[in-house]
């Protein structure tokens, strides 16, 4: 990755203003965040003088899962309210906007994560300041609410109305701006057309990061791993009901490896696995830090499976893939933009155990084709590195606006005017 920094045509000092709904802690002098937004901060930190990164702030000792600790010099958190859940950030007007306001005020470009609260306020901002724009559409809400229930019906209405007005705030924003849109798979940028949306395949996996190895499922047990958040849309029922449908069980163990976040829903998993029979064959792992703690359960493991509900591109299909697991996914959201089936992975439909037991015995049983897919997703994950969403996103902010150049289009991205 280039670490020249941007100025603008004058010479003047760049910076960039980085609003993202994820949380930071700010502890014994040092700034953590998930590792979703930390990289992508460190990243663009290598390109601008200047990072503004606009998060909700605590000033405790940061959670598991935002462990990350920011390494460049050269960012500078600006802090809005901690808020809970993008409804609750609905109590925080003025402090959310006050935030909003001092980093557009300060930033030459715009940098959007995901779903912010007060978008429209954000864009209108940005639209004063004459700020170049480019927001990182990461996921699908709609999609999620709808997959099912998470906090109860009431609660989860008022949620679906509110990623609907998030939607349609943000493609009125970008319009107004002439902004990009960077969307995690095909799916996303549909839903985000616009002249300059970009689908692609986000990552936090550096390239020097890689490990290579030519087979698995050699040792006398199978393990199968899921990295993920325990939480109802990423469907782990079923892969409990595929591990109990296996031919190979007697040699299989399974580990499940991420938070709880809803504990119905793991006591629901729990009664899944114990009527299954199979509550001594699964491991649950909690949360595991970002980096070598996570690389090795992965080189540990031998198979991946990802039987989720709604996606965007999950980063962990990338990292397995870049640890040399062969990985079994559905085909939800954006996974079929990240991975191929029977190229550089097998794919099923969502909420079919039987599916999902078939391909995992077939990987178990058929070495030529587990090597295939081991070598394969290797070489598609390389194409999906940090370094080169970097470039796709430095591309969009070096974008004139208001009807100005094309976008660039680095490799590994696509233009989604239509789409």
């Known amino acids: 990755m280039s670490t020249v920094q941007k100025r603008d045509s004058k010479g003047t000092e760049r910076s960039v203003g980085f609003i993202t709904p994820v949380r930071a802690y700010i502890h014994g002098g040092r700034v953590y965040t998930h590792v979703a937004s930390g990289r992508i901060a460190n990243g663009l930190a290598q390109h601008y003088d200047k990072v503004y990164l606009c998060a909700r702030v605590s000033h405790t000792p940061p959670e598991s899962s935002t462990d990350l600790p920011l390494e460049a010099s050269n ?43 007060y978008v429209a306020f954000v864009y209108l901002l940005a639209l004063f ?7 990182w559409i990461v996921g699908d809400p709609i999609a999620v609410l709808r997959a099912g229930e998470r906090r109860g019906g009431v609660i989860d209405a ?19 701006t002439q902004g990009s849109f960077i969307c995690n798979g095909d799916a996303l940028a ?28 050699s040792r006398a047990r199978v393990r199968i791993l899921f990295v993920g958040y325990i939480r109802p849309e990423k469907g782990l029922e079923y892969l409990l009901k595929a591990f109990a ?29 114990a009527g299954c029979g199979i509550t001594d064959l699964i491991s649950w792992e909690g949360y595991v830090s970002y980096g070598q703690p996570i690389f090795e359960r992965m080189r540990s493991a031998d198979i991946f499976v990802l039987p989720t ?19 079994i996914s559905t085909t939800v959201g954006g996974v079929p933009s990240t991975v191929t089936n029977e190229v ?70 696509m233009a989604c005017d239509d789409c």
């Not at 609905?90 to 779903?115: E, N, V």
């Not at 300041?129 to 927001?135: D, E, K, Q, S, V």
């Not at 976040?261 to 696995?273: G, I, M, W």
């Not at 509900?309 to 990985?327: D, F, K, Y």
């Open 75 to 117: 960012i500078e958190v600006i802090e809005q309210p901690f808020w809970a859940t993008s409804l609750a950030a609905l109590k925080y007007p003025i402090g959310i906007t006050k935030a909003y306001l001092s980093t557009c005020r300060r930033s030459s470009d715009l940098f959007i994560r995901g779903m912010c609260p």
């Open 129 to 135: 300041f004459r700020l170049r724009t480019c927001h």
């Open 158 to 176: 008022l949620s679906l109305v509110y990623a609907w007005h998030d939607r349609i705030a943000t493609r009125l924003g970008r319009w107004l």
């Open 190 to 217: 549909h839903a985000y057309r616009s002249p300059h949306t970009f689908s692609t395949v986000s990552s936090t996996m550096r390239a020097d990061e890689f490990y290579y190895r030519e087979d698995t499922c």
């Open 245 to 273: 449908l296996l031919k190979a069980r007697d040699r299989c163990e399974l580990q499940l490896v991420g938070p709880d976040q809803f504990p119905e829903y793991r006591k629901q998993l729990d009664d899944v696995a």
């Open 309 to 327: 509900l709604s996606e965007g591109t999950p980063h962990v299909l990338v990292e397995a893939r870049a640890n040399g697991l062969p990985c």
């Open 344 to 413: 550089d992975a097998l794919l099923v439909p969502p909420r079919d155990p039987t599916a999902l037991a078939e391909a995992i015995d077939r990987i178990i049983s058929d070495g030529q084709l587990r090597r295939q897919l081991i070598r394969n997703g290797l070489i598609g994950a390389r194409t999906q590195t940090i370094e080169q969403f970097m470039q796709l996103v430095v591309a969009q902010l070096d974008r004139e606006g208001n009807g100005g150049a094309s976008p660039v289009r680095p490799e590994g991205s």
